[in-house]
């Protein structure tokens, strides 16, 4: 059946019956490329066969267009020939030329007789497709028959290509110029493809697919057929099935096909338009391909008739992909070399021009080696990041031995944005470099960042030594970077024996902001140069600072309590570096952020931000940098109470140089708090005294980094130890760290607590939780609430319990956490409140009547704070919290804390 060809076909069976009648036609039928006009004469010659008309069928090819009477021969070879027209044939109607044109005249006449006389018996249908192929001896022969069949039952049908600029012969222009009936085919509508996708797939062919099908194809049969196979035989020789955005071989075997049916000329055209890609334009293509414009733009036009094209470009970059695979490589790499020295000529861009580079897989000339380092300095994606360093890769290879230093550099800074590992292999001839005195400052310090990346503190330790020796006359900027990416590593900043004689002079140490060594200390000064210097860090010039500074700057803000400047500036770098397409810059703030939001207490944020950040490198290219996330995940799950998830994550393999790192032991601490969820406290005690004694090996012992003290108390606790547990939690209590770190304070406070008696316990839980709300850590917050609900409990404060239990019970469920002691654990069922609907219809309006003070005051009584802890927060007296409580009541049909909506806590949440 022929999908949206049913008029011509209805046209071609009329002309049949006009011929059975007595009436002869003569039908041109004409189409672009591919178009059907094979499958419509095929179909014809079908329908004249059923209706007993003799049909004789033969095809032009262009490797015989003078082979004389070449198509006439296989019109007179057909199997249903009658016997008196093959003597004809074989008495030497194709004879050499040597026989006199009056003899072949008179054969010609002898044969349009035998086929007249033959139209009397039966109708005659004679098919050649291709014409224009034809030798001009038959279409001589056929022109005599064309003259004399009006009155005759004979049919000629005639295919031919839609090519307004290919010349005809003077004997095919006679032919075309009065047809009987001329009938166009053009390519598939819309309709037309969807009715031959249902035909061939069935309740598969979907609106979408029909949809992309028609917008891949431009209405060509022979690439829906290959678009067809692909659907069926997926899933593809690829990626996924056709249908949902990838093609297989057969649509792009149908690509080449297609090409391959017309001349030389269309190919190379193609050809080229694929090479140049969005540089495409007509004088281009002739330029690369040494032709005419007008050359191109003839072949521009059957590409576009065909369906494969729009103006100077392709429909889809499959099509374009097709065609350059059918190009051999030395071919294709001749092509693009010779395309990016035309696009250098012309002043394109440095990023189009390495394209091109990188697919000739060679250095076109000198030129190209001042392009590719443009192209490194201006690469903003991930996609350009990974074409430049493919370009640089390949200058590398083939440059002179004085750039090589250059591109190697250039290189590993490069290749860092997307996969630190990439770099790793240059790494040992830098430091050879480094050996000869042949690295300058921002080198050295890219040696150091990825030896420090990689957990060699060793290998570091000689570029450390020269970077720093070297500021001796130069910026002394570049050493508070090193010692802030020695500091993210390790915890604290490197300290180099002769630092302070390298830094002596007139010029002032360098701004360094180290967390370690302000927190070390009591002082507020310190605390205001800490952040201080953390803002210029973050203030100063994206390209002339290092991504690990920024991280470090970022968490030190967050760390500080300036939570929400932290976050202005994690946006802010992270849509740079999204711009930049730095896929490892990405991945580092992405853990950054997934850090601050566990030290909110917002576990299921912080599992999933860890979770992309983790996806964006491969596991050995995170370096001894992997325990961030990995730390993150497995503390965030365990809180959820997802352990299956935290053991999975705990069984990944990690390089064994993160031991001695801080991700390490944040790492390693994760670890110890799973083993304490799941009921293994001596397996946690052993985990975070390791982790204690590597922190203070490594001089990382810094409660606000690893508080393996409040850990360890935590498993004691566990074991039923409470002296030992206090003992730990005091001793972090005293650090300097505690006296300004909110959180170091309000940890500790909760575990001095726990391990105290009942009496005693309630002054120092309110001080944590004092403490805790300071910090924002809604976590630790809920435990110290619930540990305060059960200390009521004890002392037989039942009302204050459950008023407590039932704040911890919110705070836990905005962290998305289990804590134990919340308020359905001290809520008995006897005991909880039941409300009639019609309470609860009471309660709607008086939550409408309440005033905004009221609501306010209600909200936060909800969540279990005491008068004088909501006139402290609202700045008001406890009188006037007392009379907002009371007309609150009495608005809400309610007469105690405990029954006061759970709508109210929502409303505390919104504000």
């Given at each position: 059946?022929l999908?949206?060809?049913?008029?011509?076909?209805?046209?071609?069976?009329?002309?049949?019956?006009?011929?059975?009648?007595?009436?002869?036609h003569?039908?041109?039928?004409?189409?672009?490329?591919?178009?059907?006009k094979t499958?419509?004469?095929?179909?014809?010659?079908?329908?004249?066969?059923?209706?007993?008309?003799?049909v004789?069928?033969?095809?032009?090819?262009?490797?015989?267009?003078?082979?004389?009477?070449?198509?006439l021969?296989?019109?007179?070879?057909?199997?249903?020939?009658?016997?008196?027209?093959?003597?004809?044939?074989?008495?030497?109607?194709?004879?050499?030329?040597?026989?006199?044109?009056?003899?072949n005249?008179?054969?010609?006449?002898?044969?349009?007789?035998?086929?007249l006389?033959?139209?009397?018996?039966?109708?005659?249908?004679?098919?050649?497709?291709?014409?224009?192929?034809?030798?001009?001896?038959?279409?001589?022969?056929?022109?005599?028959?064309?003259?004399?069949?009006?009155?005759?039952?004979v049919?000629?049908?005639?295919?031919?290509?839609?090519?307004?600029?290919?010349?005809?012969?003077?004997?095919?222009?006679e032919?075309?110029?009065?047809?009987h009936?001329?009938?166009?085919?053009?390519q598939?509508?819309?309709?037309?493809?969807?009715?031959?996708?249902?035909?061939?797939?069935?309740?598969a062919?979907?609106?979408?697919?029909?949809?992309?099908?028609?917008?891949?194809?431009?209405?060509?049969?022979?690439?829906?057929?290959?678009?067809?196979?692909?659907?069926?035989?997926?899933?593809?020789?690829?990626?996924?099935?056709v249908?949902?955005g990838v093609?297989?071989?057969?649509?792009?075997?149908?690509?080449?096909?297609?090409?391959?049916?017309?001349?030389?000329?269309?190919?190379?055209?193609?050809?080229?338009?694929?090479?140049?890609?969005?540089?495409?334009?007509?004088?281009?293509?002739?330029?690369?391909?040494?032709?005419?414009?007008?050359?191109?733009?003839?072949?521009?036009?059957?590409?576009?008739?065909?369906?494969?094209?729009?103006?100077?470009?392709?429909?889809?970059p499959?099509?374009?992909?097709?065609?350059?695979?059918?190009?051999?490589?030395?071919?294709?790499?001749?092509?693009?070399?010779?395309?990016?020295?035309l696009?250098?000529?012309?002043?394109?861009?440095?990023l189009?021009?390495?394209?091109?580079?990188?697919?000739?897989?060679?250095l076109?000339?000198?030129?190209?080696v001042?392009?590719?380092?443009?192209?490194?300095?201006?690469?903003?994606?991930?996609?350009?990041?990974?074409?430049?360093?493919k370009?640089?890769?390949?200058?590398?290879?083939d440059?002179?031995?004085?750039d090589?230093?250059?591109?190697?550099?250039?290189?590993?800074?490069?290749?860092?944005?997307?996969?630190?590992?990439?770099?790793?292999?240059?790494?040992?001839?830098?430091?050879?470099?480094?050996?000869?005195?042949?690295?300058?400052?921002?080198?050295?310090?890219?040696?150091?960042?990825?030896?420090?990346?990689?957990?060699d503190?060793?290998?570091?330790a000689?570029?450390?030594?020269?970077?720093?020796?070297?500021?001796?006359?130069?910026?002394?900027?570049?050493?508070?970077?090193l010692?802030m990416?020695?500091?993210?590593?390790?915890g604290?900043?490197?300290?180099?024996?002769?630092?302070?004689?390298?830094?002596a002079?007139?010029?002032?140490?360098?701004?360094?902001?180290?967390?370690?060594?302000?927190?070390?200390?009591?002082?507020?000064?310190?605390?205001?140069e800490l952040m201080?210097?953390?803002?210029?860090?973050?203030?100063?010039?994206?390209?002339?600072?290092?991504?690990?500074?920024?991280?470090?700057?970022?968490?030190?803000?967050?760390?500080?309590?300036?939570?929400?400047?932290?976050?202005?500036?994690?946006?802010?770098?992270?849509?740079?570096?999204?711009?930049?397409?730095?896929?490892?810059?990405?991945?580092?703030?992405?853990?950054?952020?997934?850090?601050?939001?566990?030290?909110?207490?917002?576990?299921a944020?912080?599992a999933?931000?860890?979770?992309?950040?983790?996806?964006?490198?491969?596991?050995?290219?995170?370096?001894?940098?992997?325990g961030?996330?990995?730390?993150?995940?497995v503390?965030?799950?365990?809180?959820?109470?997802?352990?299956?998830?935290?053991?999975?994550?705990?069984?990944?393999a990690?390089?064994?140089?993160?031991?001695?790192?801080?991700?390490?032991?944040?790492?390693?601490?994760?670890?110890?708090?799973?083993?304490?969820?799941?009921?293994?406290?001596?397996?946690?005690?052993?985990?975070?005294?390791?982790?204690?004694?590597?922190?203070?090996?490594?001089?990382?012992?810094?409660p606000?980094?690893?508080p393996?003290?409040?850990?360890?108390?935590?498993?004691?606790?566990?074991?039923?130890?409470?002296?030992?547990?206090?003992?730990?939690?005091?001793?972090?209590?005293?650090?300097?760290?505690?006296?300004?770190?909110?959180?170091?304070?309000g940890?500790?406070?909760?575990?001095v607590a726990?391990?105290?008696?009942?009496?005693?316990?309630?002054?120092?839980?309110?001080?944590?939780?004092?403490s805790l709300?300071?910090?924002?850590?809604?976590?630790?917050?809920?435990?110290?609430?619930?540990?305060?609900?059960?200390?009521?409990?004890?002392?037989?404060?039942?009302?204050?319990?459950?008023?407590v239990?039932?704040?911890?019970?919110?705070?836990?469920?905005?962290?998305?956490?289990?804590?134990?002691?919340?308020?359905?654990?001290?809520?008995?069922?006897?005991?909880?409140?039941?409300?009639?609907?019609?309470?609860?219809?009471?309660?709607?309006?008086?939550?409408?009547?309440?005033?905004?003070?009221?609501?306010?005051?209600?909200?936060?009584?909800?969540?279990?704070?005491t008068?004088?802890?909501?006139?402290?927060?609202?700045?008001?007296?406890?009188?006037?919290?007392?009379q907002?409580?009371?007309?609150?009541?009495?608005?809400?049909?309610?007469?105690?804390?405990?029954?006061?909506?759970?709508?109210?806590?929502?409303?505390?949440?919104?504000?």
């Open positions: 059946m999908i949206d060809r049913g008029h011509a076909l209805h046209s071609l069976r009329e002309i049949l019956q006009e011929c059975v009648n007595g009436r002869g003569f039908v041109m039928a004409s189409g672009g490329l591919a178009s059907g499958a419509l004469m095929q179909e014809f010659q079908d329908v004249a066969l059923d209706a007993g008309a003799l004789l069928s033969a095809a032009g090819a262009r490797a015989e267009t003078h082979a004389r009477h070449g198509v021969s296989q019109l007179c070879r057909s199997a249903a020939l009658p016997g008196h027209l093959r003597e004809l044939v074989e008495s030497g109607l194709g004879g050499e030329r040597s026989d006199s044109e009056a003899e005249d008179s054969r010609a006449r002898e044969l349009c007789d035998a086929l006389e033959t139209s009397r018996a039966q109708p005659v249908v004679i098919a050649v497709d291709d014409v224009q192929f034809a030798d001009p001896a038959t279409l001589q022969t056929l022109l005599r028959l064309r003259r004399r069949i009006r009155s005759s039952r049919v000629l049908l005639f295919t031919e290509w839609t090519c307004p600029a290919n010349p005809r012969s003077r004997l095919l222009t032919y075309t110029q009065q047809p009936c001329r009938i166009v085919l053009r598939l509508s819309e309709r037309g493809t969807a009715e031959l996708l249902a035909q061939e797939l069935g309740d062919a979907t609106p979408e697919l029909v949809a992309r099908c028609s917008d891949l194809s431009g209405g060509n049969p022979l690439l829906i057929k290959g678009f067809v196979e692909d659907v069926r035989t997926g899933p593809p020789h690829r990626h996924g099935p249908g949902s093609l297989g071989v057969a649509y792009r075997r149908a690509v080449r096909d297609c090409l391959h049916r017309w001349d030389r000329a269309l190919s190379d055209v193609a050809e080229g338009v694929a090479v140049l890609g969005s540089s495409a334009d007509p004088k281009r293509v002739a330029q690369l391909l040494d032709v005419t414009p007008e050359c191109v733009g003839q072949s521009l036009n059957v590409l576009e008739m065909a369906g494969l094209a729009r103006g100077c470009s392709f429909r889809h499959e099509i374009s992909a097709a065609v350059l695979e059918g190009l051999p490589p030395g071919v294709r790499g001749h092509l693009h070399a010779k395309a990016a020295e696009l250098y000529e012309s002043g394109a861009e440095t189009e021009i390495t394209r091109h580079i990188v697919s000739a897989d060679q076109p000339g000198p030129w190209a001042p392009i590719l380092r443009q192209a490194a300095r201006k690469a903003a994606t991930e996609e350009e990041v990974e074409l430049t360093v370009g640089l890769e390949l200058a590398l290879r440059c002179e031995e004085r090589q230093l250059f591109f190697r550099t250039e290189l590993v800074e490069v290749a860092w944005r997307v996969n630190p590992l990439a770099a790793v292999r240059h790494l040992p001839a830098l430091r050879q470099a480094m050996a000869e005195g042949r690295l300058g400052q921002r080198d050295l310090l890219s040696l150091i960042r990825h030896l420090l990346w990689q957990g503190t060793e290998g570091a000689e570029p450390v030594a020269a970077l720093l020796e070297s500021v001796g006359t130069g910026d002394t900027r570049l050493v508070a970077q010692s990416c020695y500091e993210l590593v390790h604290v900043p490197y300290d180099h024996p002769d630092r302070s004689t390298v830094l002079g007139n010029r002032k140490p360098p701004f360094t902001p180290s967390w370690s060594r302000a927190t070390a200390t009591r002082s507020q000064n310190a605390r205001n201080h210097s953390a803002e210029r860090i973050l203030q100063g010039q994206i390209s002339d600072t290092v991504p690990e500074a920024s991280a470090l700057a970022i968490l030190i803000m967050d760390r500080e309590g300036h939570s929400r400047r932290a976050q202005y500036w994690f946006e802010t770098l992270m849509a740079e570096a999204v711009r930049q397409g730095a896929v490892t810059w990405q991945a580092l703030l992405g853990t950054v952020s997934a850090h601050m939001a566990l030290r909110r207490g917002d576990m944020t912080a999933a931000r860890a979770e992309v950040a983790l996806g964006l490198l491969h596991a050995q290219s995170w370096g001894v940098l992997i961030f996330p990995l730390s993150v995940l503390l965030a799950h365990t809180a959820m109470g997802n352990h299956e998830r935290a053991g999975k994550e705990l069984e990944r990690v390089p064994d140089a993160m031991a001695t790192t801080v991700s390490g032991l944040q790492y390693l601490r994760a670890g110890g708090h799973y083993h304490l969820a799941t009921g293994r406290p001596f397996a946690a005690i052993e985990e975070f005294e390791r982790c204690g004694a590597l922190a203070r090996e490594g001089r990382m012992d810094i606000g980094l690893i393996w003290r409040s850990d360890l108390a935590q498993a004691h606790l566990q074991l039923g130890q409470p002296k030992k547990a206090r003992a730990l939690a005091t001793e972090q209590l005293e650090l300097p760290a505690a006296a300004r770190d909110a959180w170091v304070r940890i500790s406070l909760r575990l726990a391990g105290s008696p009942p009496a005693e316990r309630v002054p120092r839980l309110q001080d944590a939780i004092q709300e300071h910090c924002g850590d809604r976590l630790e917050l809920a435990r110290a609430l619930a540990d305060l609900g059960q200390t009521h409990q004890a002392l037989d404060e039942l009302d204050q319990a459950r008023l239990a039932r704040r911890a019970d919110q705070e836990a469920k905005a962290c998305s956490a289990e804590v134990a002691g919340t308020a359905q654990a001290h809520r008995p069922p006897s005991e909880r409140p039941r409300r009639e609907p019609a309470a609860d219809a009471v309660q709607g309006e008086g939550m409408v009547a309440l005033s905004e003070a009221e609501r306010k005051v209600a909200a936060l009584a909800a969540f279990g704070h008068n004088r802890e909501i006139g402290r927060k609202l700045y008001i007296t406890v009188s006037t919290v007392e907002h409580l009371t007309r609150a009541y009495r608005k809400l049909n309610v007469n105690r804390r405990t029954d006061l909506p759970t709508e109210l806590a929502a409303h505390q949440e919104a504000a």
